[in-house]
């Protein structure tokens, strides 16, 4: 209905031209419906903006409006409670930028930041080594220890098999050669306990377990006589010896308790169950040892195993050169690791006032082993400079503000095209309420107040960088798309196809560019569709 009712309007224009001014105007007429038409049915093509991830300073800055004003004392305290644990100025010492003036307890925090630091060296050096790949000489290495670990693996099969035998003639030996003393009949189905006993039910039970012993030994010794140089079979022989040996002691442990009841009568007198008793418990000494060198050498054995398995993976790792996955997995732990450095060395500072300004100190308010609190001055002092800047920072961004911080000023009566560096002198703990909202007192040094252009009363422009990242890789804000908390770009390669890479993110920049940590690389190009 729409495209007739424009070439309605196209077919009224030409009718009336032509009774107007007949040919020429109907000529025209005919020219203009042409075109009409044409721009009517045109097809619109899909058109990209395209950007490259390029690497540079991410920079984001607060801008504040605040006065000049003239110098002042500087009344400096730490951010958070502790005890004070030094104090290294006193009153009218001259201190510059980056003194540090006291210091809190720290706690842990040096460790957490040496482990902090080796991370991040940790990561630094995996990541060059899967960039690199290993060299020929670290493959030789891992040759040689998939040799030792093979040799080792053979001496444990070997040692185990020698193990195996000696437990089976200590177990023979506890029950055939000593225990058996106290039998008659030890080798039948009915063999009978010697001595008289006042448990009798304890007795009838270890006659009936010398049977099953007998059949226990005979299974034993046939195990034993198969082929025990192969480490599986050498494994689950050893697994059943030390249930047989387990078996053995606990029968002689039954005998020496069987032993406790025994009475002397008739051919058995007290001598002889006393010699009984010296005979078992050399038995169950002897089996006891016997258990717990098979148990070692199968401990060896095990790690034996594993270890060769893990020498062999080594090499297939060295032998196999590094993935793009593996690199990007690296580039990503190097860079979590930084920002867990970054983190805690903030989280340090905390624990050492630091002068901002060179200049005096006027007054210690506080000494050591003293509790010191936020907003509680510890060190007052009196800049070298003259004049300052009084600004007030909006609640929302006082967390990325600090003592210290970089600024670039500008003023009023100047204009921007006159720019002076200052720094932060101090952040008031305390609010300051400006139309209802909270705000925080910030003082500002020029790094050169001596210009005799700067007055106080001034209007100051200010631009504080809150975070920076130098030589960051990073890519336009309207590039990138956020959904369920992921961001990510539409990436366009080589041969121009545009697919969807998942990237992560770092700060934001008051240009509007986003540092960029992992998923795309520098100089790849995304894409952005215009609309």
């Known amino acids: 209905f729409f495209i007739f009712m424009i070439l309605f309007g196209y077919m009224a224009t030409f009718t009336n031209l032509f009774k107007k001014h007949k040919v020429a105007s109907s000529l025209a007429a005919i020219i203009i419906i042409i075109l009409g038409i044409g721009y009517t049915f045109r097809t619109k093509d899909v058109q990209y903006e395209i950007a490259i991830a390029a690497k540079k300073d991410v920079v984001k800055e607060i801008a504040l409006t605040g006065k000049v004003k003239s110098a002042r004392n500087a009344d400096l305290g730490f951010e958070q409670s502790g005890r004070i644990a030094a104090v290294y100025v006193q009153e009218g010492s001259r201190v510059t930028a980056g003194t540090v003036l006291a210091r809190e307890e720290s706690g842990t925090i040096v460790a957490d930041l040496d482990q902090a630091k080796s991370a991040v060296l940790s990561a630094q050096a995996s990541l060059a080594e899967l960039r690199r790949g290993a ?64 448990n009798s039910t304890l007795k009838s039970d270890l006659e009936a377990k010398r049977v099953s012993l007998s059949a226990m030994f005979i299974q034993w010794k046939k195990d034993l006589s198969g082929d025990l140089s192969s480490q599986d079979n050498v494994a689950r022989v050893a697994i059943s010896s030390e249930a047989h040996l387990a078996d053995v002691r606990d029968y002689l442990d039954k005998l020496s308790l069987l032993l406790t009841y025994a009475i002397s009568s008739g051919n058995t007198t007290q001598a002889t169950i006393d010699g009984y008793r010296a005979d078992i418990s050399a038995a169950r000494a002897g089996v006891s040892t016997a258990l717990t060198a098979l148990q070692g050498d199968r401990q060896a054995l095990q790690k034996s195993i594993a270890a060769l ?140 107040s001596r210009d005799e252009r700067i007055k106080s009363g001034m209007t100051a422009n200010v631009e504080i960088v809150a975070q920076k990242k130098e030589a960051a890789l990073s890519l336009p804000r309207r590039f990138i798309t956020e959904k369920d908390g992921k961001y990510t770009v539409l990436a366009q390669d080589a041969n121009g196809v545009v697919s969807e890479k998942e ?29």
């Open 503 to 531: 990237v992560k993110i770092g700060i934001t920049g008051s240009d509007g560019s986003v540092e960029i940590i992992s998923g795309v690389s520098e100089g790849e190009a995304v894409v952005l569709e215009k609309k």
């Open 135 to 198: 060299r020929p000489e670290e493959i030789e290495v891992d040759k040689k220890k998939v040799e030792s670990a093979k040799v080792d693996l053979s001496e444990a099969v070997r040692s185990l098999s020698a193990t195996l035998q000696d437990s089976y003639s200590s177990a023979d030996d506890a029950v055939r050669n000593k225990a058996d003393k106290l039998y008659e009949g030890q080798e039948s189905q009915n063999p009978r306990i010697l001595f008289s006993t006042s």
């Open 309 to 448: 398995s893990l020498a062999q993976a080594s090499l297939s790792l060295a032998q196999a050169p590094s993935t793009p996955e593996q690199i990007s997995k690296g580039e990503a732990a190097l860079g979590e690791a930084k920002a867990r450095l970054e983190n805690t060395q903030a989280q340090a500072a905390k624990y050492a006032l630091v002068s901002p300004i060179s200049g005096t100190v006027t007054s210690v308010h506080q000494k050591s082993g003293e509790i010191a609190s936020p907003g509680t001055p510890v060190v007052s002092l009196i800049s070298d400079s003259a004049l300052q800047i009084e600004a007030f920072v909006p609640e929302t961004d006082i967390a990325l503000v600090h003592s210290g911080g970089i600024a670039r000023v500008t003023l009023d009566a100047y204009g921007n095209d006159e720019v002076w560096d200052a720094k932060v002198l101090s952040v008031d703990p305390a609010e300051t309420l400006i139309d209802g909202v909270s705000t925080y007192k910030t003082l500002l040094e020029f790094s050169n």
